[in-house]
């Protein structure tokens, strides 16, 4: 038995024109009257659960996609405020180091004027990664005139000694080291002593002093000046320590320089005070000395009676021997 299909019946055309009639006229009396108001707001609050149950999807799905555009954006602003922060570090530093470096200027400046002898501002280009080192290389040579043994002072004080000397650059040995000694002079009091390197980087120490020296911790050491190389007066250190030892006859003096060994950036180089060294007497030249005639002896009876001719015989023989230097001694030609 085969199966036949019948398509719905099509609704009567009465039928919906009294449905559409019916609606404009409610539609009209809501907006006239509001009459559909009440429905409208108890239809509302039940059907409320549906439609949120409805839109929470949808909530979500716009909730993580804000998520994650919040979090590209904040990565975005962290990375720009990075950047921004190293370049504001780098220029901080760079401000930082130009500060101390006219500070150190000043400081040049001022202790510059102090000293009567021409002096040249190097800095220090390179440091040694062994933190014990004594050397420094300073961006000043030969070319500048800078020459070996030349003394090398930072804006406190003695820092070192021109060792080795290349056209563009030189090398400066701290007074630290074992090998330096700096005449100083104590400023309370004026007593000289001799300050030396010793194996620690950071100290120095007065030698051959006597228990009875008057030093005391606290006082500072100047340069004295003795030795015409450091212009009297700059500061070198600070005594740290005094010891008596019973079993030597000197006392161990410990001295801290006052000077930036750890990290020096400008320095003096001092030129040589030709005019604090002793000039050396020059050679005199030979002295030409005119031979005198002998004095006669009165008691010979000979010569008594030829006295009236022994100065005319000197004086010929005085300029006989102005005119020839190989003449004979003018004692000679007397009689």
Partial sequence: MTARYHAPDAPKPGIAILLSLLALALMFADARLGVLAPVRQVLGGALYPVQAALAWPMQQVESFEGYFDDMETLRNDNRLLRTVLIQQAGVLAATERLRQENESLRDLAGLRLQIPQAAIVAETVMQPRNAGTRRR???RG???????GQPVIDARGVIGQITRVYPFSSEMTL????VMSVPVSVRRNGLHALAFGTPSPALMELRFQSKEADIQIGDVLQTSGLDFLYPPGVPVGVVEDVTLPADEPFAQVTVRPLANLTDPRLVLVLQP???AIPAQDEAAPPTRHTPQAPTPDMSSPDTSAGMSHAPSHAADAAEQNDADPTASTPGAALP
Wanted: glycine fraction near 6%; hydrophobic fraction near 35%.
């Fill in 137 to 139: 290389l300073l961006d």
């Fill in 142 to 148: 030969s070319h500048h005139g800078v020459a070996a």
């Fill in 175 to 178: 007074i630290t080291d074992p």
């Fill in 273 to 275: 005070d030709t005019s």
